[in-house]
C-alpha cells in the first residue's frame, strides 16, 4: 500500500482501537480512545467525534498531527471473502 494507507483495529492496550498509517518507509500507530460517548486520538488530537467513521471522515481532510502531517487516504483491509470478522455483522 501508498502513504496514507489505513488499518484500523481493536487495541489490545486500551478500550477502543489502533489505527495504522502507511508512511512512505514504515508504519505509525495512533490510539483511538473509545471509552467515553466518543471517539478521539490519544494524546495527539483534541477533537472529539461521535463515531469512528466520523473520526476517520475527518482525518481524510484534516492532517492528525502537523509534525508528521498525516492525512487518511485509503482504508486497507483483508482480501479474504468474507473476512474472518464478517459473522460480526451478522
Not at 483495529?9 to 460517548?37: C, M, N, P
Not at 492528525?64 to 470478522?85: A, H, K, M, N
Amino acid at each position: 500500500m501508498t502513504e496514507g494507507a489505513f488499518l484500523v483495529r481493536v487495541s489490545e492496550k486500551i478500550w477502543g482501537y489502533t489505527l495504522s498509517y502507511r508512511l512512505q518507509k514504515g508504519f505509525k500507530h495512533f490510539l483511538v480512545d473509545a471509552s467515553g460517548d466518543f471517539y478521539s486520538f490519544l494524546g495527539v488530537d483534541p477533537n472529539r467525534h461521535a463515531t469512528l467513521t466520523d473520526l476517520i471522515d475527518f482525518h481524510k481532510e484534516e492532517i492528525i498531527t502537523v509534525s508528521g502531517g498525516e492525512l487518511l487516504q485509503e482504508p486497507c483491509g483483508q482480501r479474504d471473502s468474507p473476512p474472518d470478522y464478517h459473522a460480526l455483522f451478522e
